[in-house]
């Protein structure tokens, strides 16, 4: 069994979609796949922070048993946790939101001993095994440096949209729940990413082609979309995310991905006219 955590509300659909589209087209293997989804509803903070929905996990789930018919999609609500530990806390208000800190309660729910993180920004050039089998009984978590950080902040300074749990040794060691009281003490500059990178006690660094927030080349296994720096026509930085087709095509000229992209396209056009026709 292949375990992956997704979190976001339900404005990750589009990311989770294209994500596991890659993931299950490039996947040789016929091991099943089984894909958690953290959610929560804080509205009260911003209207759009609403979960992902019913609708969006039962066709998402629909979708990924057409290539195996033990995968599955389970949705875990973890807004009583966020509210008991991050209500009002200094980070409620992160670098993207409060979504970016939901993957902290890992801890809290009963999750299997190896679980791939995976930001929604994100597409698999190859086989998910080349990362998902890496050893990582010693650590408490696998992970490749940050883009940029690696030169601003530290040399071994991880991005932390690509985590290869240990999630024995992270409760052993107490991973997240010091992540957490960092959370809700302190201001961080990355919040939670920040958190679990001053809370490790071991880790194992990857290789760039386990993400890579830059560039695509042969030996890739994963490209992170990330916000990235362009310098022409002028410095400036831009945010194009896979599912922003048109732009993967004229900006990156990428086209090795149309197969998961054009899938996406169809099967987002087919969930919209079921929710349409579902509310009538």
């Not at 696998?142 to 040399?155: E, F, I, Q, T």
Request: net charge positive; with cysteine; aromatic share 14%.
């Amino acid at each position: 069994m292949v375990n992956i955590l997704y979190c976001g509300n339900d404005g990750v659909f589009d990311g989770m979609l294209t994500c596991s589209l890659s993931i299950l087209k490039r996947t040789a293997s016929d091991e099943p796949f089984t894909f958690y989804i953290f959610t929560m509803d804080v509205s009260h903070i911003k209207e759009n922070y609403r979960p992902v929905t019913d609708a969006q996990v039962a066709f998402f789930e629909k979708v990924i048993k057409t290539y195996n018919p033990d995968n599955r999609a389970i949705k875990v609500d973890v807004t009583p946790f966020y509210e008991a530990e991050f209500a009002a806390c200094p980070n409620e208000n992160a670098y993207c939101s409060p979504y970016t800190l939901i993957r902290l309660f890992a801890d809290k729910v009963d999750m299997p001993d190896k679980l791939l993180y995976l930001d929604i920004d994100i597409l698999f050039n190859r086989d998910i095994h080349l990362l998902y089998d890496l050893d990582v009984s010693e650590v408490e978590y696998a992970a490749a440096r940050d883009h940029y950080g690696k030169y601003l902040v530290s040399p071994n300074y991880v991005n932390a949209g690509v985590i290869l749990f240990n999630m024995k040794r992270a409760r052993e060691t107490k991973l997240f729940e010091k992540a957490r009281n960092l959370i809700k003490t302190k201001k961080l500059p990355f919040a939670d990413q920040s958190a679990l990178i001053r809370s490790t006690t071991k880790k194992k660094m990857l290789p760039q082609r386990f993400n890579d927030q830059k560039f695509l080349h042969k030996h890739t296994v994963v490209r992170h979309f990330s916000k990235r720096l362009f310098w022409l026509p002028y410095p400036h930085t831009d945010n194009i995310k896979q599912w922003h087709v048109s732009r993967v095509h004229k900006v990156f000229r990428y086209y090795v991905f149309d197969d998961v992209l054009y899938d996406y396209i169809y099967l987002k056009r087919v969930f919209e006219n079921e929710e349409e026709t579902r509310h009538g």
